[in-house]
């Protein structure tokens, strides 16, 4: 009987299936039924043994046979279940198959390069763009069940990826492939663990991003240009390979031979071989890191002889290796002829004085002849020296007077590059305008500090003496220099205190300045303190260093002009040496002492003496309205600019509108109302230069603005202008000013200070 129901020999599905797991319940009822029917046959049976009555196991029979036919039937309907069931399978495995087959055909049709890992990070299933790639290379293509770490260093090794950036900004990494294509890889966690890799072709988008790049470089570089082209001395930078890399206009025409420029050629294909060797052993000395500045007779393309002054700055990369030099030559040849000729009258003069004191014995008459032809000779040597001076006067006045042209240019590059600066690009582009604003940076300390050289030699500076507390000079200084100091490695110590003195507080703060950009150049490291100390009717402002000191006898040359004293040990720099000769004219124009002292190996101490003095009474504050609309920080600022320099106009536009800031420019008050109704448009603030053109300036065209609306507008006036009477005029106005080149961050301090911020 244990024959009559066989057991169908079912296929193996998978056990995670609840069809399959409903099936494997009836496999398990229907043996468990059929143990049930072996035992009940055994036992009937077996019975007969015990000899039952009659009817008793005939009854026992018939009940059983019942039983049998029960559970027979449960087990037939149990198996048309069972095969229903696996019908049933059958067909979701069929649907299965079609829904792989049609994932994997929408995978091949993408058309970005696609790799699918499971929980375990193994590979999967992958499309043909991606196989394409190791397929160029002639690489083996990663197996199913390959790890990402496999992947990963088969990657690395194959030399498959040439570049890669990445960018916190971005939604993932960019590589460069070996066939030349950037791709952006793009990763997706699954629901189950798993990971999803797209890789898209960007190639055309990366194209045009560097080609915008590169248009906005080649800008700067033209302002750079335009810049340096306008200095009225010969320009150049040298490479480690004697190789002029850059020249403006003036080197470029001095030393052009035969109509070819100097640009890209060796110092000796440019200079003669007599000059060339006249100058090695300069070359060499500014290779080995030190400034050199010298003399040299030079002789022109038409023949013509020159007395040139040459200054050689050494400079440095960021591992502190000399990568070339700088080169500044000024014409002396005035000059040098000049003192020829003192030297000449000197040597006449005291060659007649001989010969008329050999003859006094017996010549007394002669010698009042003597006597006035000396005091003739005298009177004209004190007239060419009063001419020499005079002309050394007017280039001094004349460099102080162009100031605002030099500093226009300079002004529209600094502003440009700071707009570039807060864009979003990638890291190399972002280190190309770096560097550029690291050049602005060189180029604008250079014209800054030799700018202010001529403006004092010329009497341009005079000093706005006042009664102020010193605590909030000396807090914005020590604020300024601490981050400095601590980019460097070292720590700034500042001892405040609110002493009021007598000054100028600009220059004031000019003389601290220049000490504490020394005591961080020349400091490799240590501590730098700022304090001062209260001495009966005097404050004592010091700084004190632990660099590498002075020497004794060096002390006096500090303070002149172009003499840089560089002790051993102390790290290298780009200045020319200037800082201490501007601290020493300004302190004589103050009238304020300054003194240093230095003990070698231990560091110095720089200190100046200023007058204490006594605060008049506090003048009221009138608050000024918030104009109306005005929004929480520069987010929607409505500005004014007025400047007769387009670039400038430009400039300033690019960087406030990155800002948010609603910008209107204009060269003119005529070319602002061509634009809107100055008497009711709204405005916010008004940025003015006070140069403009056909004899306008800034101060009155701001007041006619302002005196045809309901509610004047504030004034920020920019200048390149630095006399006190202008100050003074600004001041009283109630207007704010600003010195080019404007500095983003004191532009925008300003604006958040007039906007309410």
Excluded at 612 to 635: D, S
Aim: proline share 4%.
């Amino acid at each position: 009987m244990a024959n009559l129901m066989p057991v169908p020999n079912l296929k193996q599905t998978d056990p995670q299936d609840p069809r399959d797991q409903r099936i494997a319940e009836l496999e398990a009822e229907n043996e468990r039924l059929m143990a049930i029917r072996d035992a009940l046959i055994f036992r009937v049976e077996s019975g007969s043994a015990h000899k039952p009555e009659p009817y008793a196991a005939f009854e026992h029979s018939v009940m059983l046979a019942e039983q049998v036919r029960e559970r027979t039937e449960a087990l037939n309907h149990a198996m048309d279940e069972l095969k229903v069931s696996n019908k049933a399978l059958n067909r979701a495995r069929e649907d299965a198959e079609t829904i792989r087959h049609r994932l994997v055909d929408a995978i091949e049709s993408i058309a970005d390069g696609f790799v699918l890992f499971d929980n375990q990070h193994r590979l999967i299933q992958s499309n043909s763009r991606f196989r394409n790639y190791w397929n160029y290379c002639g690489l083996e293509v990663p197996a199913v069940g390959t790890s990402v770490v496999e992947v990963k260093r088969r990657v690395q090794e194959s030399g498959l990826i040439r570049e890669e950036h990445t960018n916190g900004d971005s939604e993932g990494a960019v590589f460069l492939l070996s066939n030349d294509r950037w791709v952006q890889m793009t990763e997706r966690t699954t629901r189950e663990g798993g990971l999803v890799v797209l890789y898209s072709d960007v190639t055309d988008v990366k194209n045009s991003e560097m080609a915008r790049r590169i248009k906005a470089l080649e800008e700067s570089e033209r302002w750079i240009r335009v810049v340096t082209d306008h200095v009225p001395a010969l320009i150049a930078y040298v490479g480690d390979d004697l190789t002029i890399r850059f020249c403006n206009k003036v080197y470029e025409h001095w030393y052009s031979r035969n109509g070819e420029s100097p640009l890209g050629k060796r110092l000796e294909e440019v200079h003669s071989p007599q000059l060339y060797a006249r100058l090695v052993p300069r070359i060499l000395e500014v290779m080995a890191g030190d400034n050199v500045t010298f003399e040299f007779e030079e002789i022109g393309e038409s023949g013509e002889v020159r007395y040139m002054l040459r200054s050689y700055v050494p400079n440095f990369d960021g591992h502190g290796d000399i990568v070339g030099f700088f080169v500044l030559i000024r014409d002396i040849t005035d000059r040098r002829k000049t003192a020829l000729a003192l030297e000449q009258a000197y040597d006449n003069l005291e060659r007649r004085v001989k010969e008329r004191t050999a003859e006094l014995t017996g010549l007394n008459e002669q010698l009042r002849d003597e006597i006035s032809e000396r005091a003739a000779v005298e009177a004209r040597l004190r007239d060419a020296k009063l001419e020499a001076e005079r002309a050394n006067l007017s280039k001094t006045k004349f460099l102080a007077a162009v100031s605002h042209d030099l500093l226009q240019p300079l002004n529209a590059a600094r502003l440009f590059t700071s707009a570039l600066l807060e864009q979003s690009f990638g890291p190399k582009a972002e280190g190309l305008v770096r560097s550029v604003s690291i050049s602005l940076d060189d180029v604008e300390n250079l014209l800054g500090t030799l700018v202010d050289i001529s403006k004092l030699d010329a009497g341009v500076i005079k000093p706005d003496i006042t009664a102020f507390d010193l605590r909030d000079l000396l807090n914005n200084i020590a604020r300024e220099f601490r981050q400095m100091a601590t980019a460097e490695g070292l720590a700034l110590d500042f001892v405040p205190s609110s002493v009021v003195v007598n000054s100028d507080s600009q220059l004031l703060a000019r003389i601290l300045r220049n000490f504490l950009t020394n005591a961080i150049r020349y400091t490799g490291q240590g501590r730098i303190l700022l304090g001062c100390r209260r001495q009966s009717d005097h404050a004592l402002i010091q700084v004190w260093d632990t660099g590498p000191g002075i020497p004794e006898d060096k002390l006096s040359e500090i303070f002149q002009e172009f003499k840089r004293i560089r002790p051993t040990g102390s790290r290298p720099d780009k200045g020319l040496g200037l800082g201490l000769a501007i601290v020493d004219k300004i302190s004589r124009m103050l009238g304020h002492d300054v003194t240093v002292r230095s003990c070698e190996g231990k560091g110095s101490v720089f200190s100046v003496r200023v007058p204490v003095g006594q605060l008049g009474p506090k003048r009221a504050v009138e608050e000024q309205p918030c104009p109306a609309g005005m929004t929480h920080g520069l987010n929607g600022a409505r500005i004014w600019v007025i400047d007769n320099d387009h670039g400038i106009c430009q400039g300033m536009k690019t960087l406030l509108e990155g800002w948010d800031c609603k910008v209107v420019t204009a060269v003119s008050s005529l070319d602002l109302e061509r634009q809107l109704d100055p008497a009711s448009a709204p405005v916010d603030v008004i940025l003015a230069d006070y140069h403009l053109d056909n004899d306008e300036n800034g101060v009155d065209v701001v007041a006619d603005l302002n005196g045809r609306r309901k509610n004047p507008a504030p004034v920020i006036m920019i200048t390149a202008n630095y006399t006190n009477e202008l100050k003074q005029h600004i001041r009283r106005l109630g207007h704010l000013l600003m010195n080019k080149p404007v500095k983003p961050l004191k532009l925008r301090s300003a604006l958040n200070h007039l906007l309410g911020d």
